[in-house]
């Protein structure tokens, strides 16, 4: 639950300082990916690293 909390953090602090397409896309794919993988009982630091380099990729397709 803590890397869920610190992935959150994360995720606000990237919206606050207005950062770019990539880093927000990230951030929310690796906060949702943590919050599925906790949900389902599998590796939190997994679903955060495969939904932060998902949402990478979907921000940069996307931009602002």
Same mark, same amino acid.
């Given at each position: 639950?803590?890397?869920?909390?610190?992935t959150a %953090?994360?995720? %606000?602090a990237?919206? !606050?300082l @207005?950062?770019?397409?990539?880093?927000?896309g990230? &951030?929310? +794919? +690796?906060? @949702? +990916? $943590?919050?599925?993988a906790?949900? !389902?009982g599998?590796?939190?630091?997994k @679903? &955060?690293?495969?939904?932060g380099v998902?949402g $990478?990729v979907? +921000?940069?397709?996307v931009g602002?």
């Amino acid at each position: 639950m803590r890397k869920l909390a610190l992935t959150a %953090a994360l995720a %606000a602090a990237t919206f !606050s300082l @207005g950062a770019c397409a990539t880093l927000k896309g990230a &951030a929310i +794919g +690796g906060a @949702g +990916g $943590a919050a599925v993988a906790a949900a !389902s009982g599998k590796s939190v630091e997994k @679903g &955060a690293a495969v939904g932060g380099v998902a949402g $990478a990729v979907v +921000g940069t397709a996307v931009g602002d």
